[in-house]
Each structure stands twice: as C-alpha cells, then as structure tokens.
C-alpha cells in the first residue's frame, strides 16, 4: 500500500470486497468507496509450485 506493489486476491465475505493478501506478511485490503487505487495486472500463473 502506499505506492507499493503487492499481489492479492479478491474475494467477498460478509458483504465486504476486500483484496487477500496472499503474502503473511501483508495486510488485506478492505475496499471502500474513497480507496484510491489502481489495478495494473492480473496474475494468471505461477512459476513456482503452490
């Protein structure tokens, strides 16, 4: 957040948007009418197993 970049998840709970974190060390972000961000990608696969 704050100019950095991060891959997360979009998912839904309780009504809420929010992006999950997929990195522990990261927060989710819980998306709300006054967040200014922009989407630059989407990650469709990984090089490494999961």
Known sequence: MNGELT?????REN???K???ENPTYQDID????LDMVVW???TNVIHAV
């Open 7 to 11: 891959v997360k998840r979009l998912e």
């Open 19 to 21: 992006l999950k974190a």
């Open 15 to 17: 009504e809420q948007w």
């Open 41 to 43: 990608g989407v990650v």
């Open 31 to 34: 998306l709300h009418d006054d």
